[in-house]
């Protein structure tokens, strides 16, 4: 089974500044995907970016982006330029193919103003 | 185009009730979710719908919890008796199809309270 490892419960960050938040993962599996979804005060969960893990490039999405390490199985999260509708819930996700998807327990960001 | 819709939003009921969740997902998806989150964790798969067969109910407990997904569309989820410990927030979400290359899509959830 699959486990995903978020160490911090909360964090918080200065509006326009840059956070990371970190994910560890541990997995026998070579073929796997990698996420990163928001759950604001509404409860959706949204998501934010994507990783396949068989892909060395980080992936990026605008003011998101992710430092994945595959044989450290660290997934860390950077968003730059922080906005006040950044704070919410982060969970980090990993996906065994095809749709087996387990959760951590979060991080909650707070962005300051 | 409209997203995954849930309701009620809250639900309070006392332990032993029975209990039910309703999800219509967005139109045209074929795979169903339905995900319990406890407080201060990740959400966990309940069940999962491919049109309107079941793909994996491994850890839905089977003896209170049940889940159909009628004409491959709206599911509903249904808890009886209902327990303390079933308080939390039930996600339904969809994909287009099975597979990891499809987004997941989550609706705002349903949270219950037993008391």
């Known amino acids: 089974a699959q486990t995903v490892t978020q160490s911090q419960p909360e964090m918080s960050v200065q509006e326009a500044e840059t956070v990371t938040l970190s994910c560890t993962y541990d997995t026998s599996e070579s073929n796997y995907y990698l996420f990163w979804y928001k759950q604001p005060p509404s409860r959706q969960m949204i998501l934010v970016i994507r990783q396949e893990a068989y892909k060395q490039q980080n992936a990026t999405e605008n003011r998101f982006s992710v430092n994945f390490q595959k044989a450290a199985k660290s997934f860390s999260l950077k968003i730059s330029d922080s906005q006040l509708g950044d704070t919410a819930m982060y969970f980090c996700?990993?996906?065994?193919?095809?749709?087996?998807?387990?959760f951590g327990k979060g991080t909650l960001l707070t962005v300051n103003p | 185009e409209a997203g995954v819709a849930q309701s009620p939003r809250y639900k309070i009921i006392e332990k032993r009730q029975s209990v039910a969740f309703w999800c219509n997902p967005i139109s045209g998806h074929a795979t169903l979710y339905w995900y319990q989150q406890i407080l201060g964790q990740g959400p966990k798969l309940l069940i999962q719908?491919?049109?309107?067969?079941?793909?994996?109910d491994s850890q839905l407990p089977k003896d209170r919890f049940s889940a159909e997904r009628l004409k491959g569309v709206d599911s509903t989820l249904k808890i009886q008796p209902a327990k303390l410990e079933d308080s939390a927030v039930y996600l339904c979400?969809?994909?287009?199809?099975?597979?990891?290359?499809?987004?997941?899509?989550f609706g705002s959830g349903t949270q219950l309270s037993v008391l």
């Open positions: 719908f491919q049109n309107n067969g079941v793909v994996d």
């Open positions: 979400a969809s994909s287009l199809v099975t597979g990891s290359k499809n987004p997941m899509f």
């Open positions: 996700a990993f996906m065994k193919p095809p749709t087996e998807l387990t």
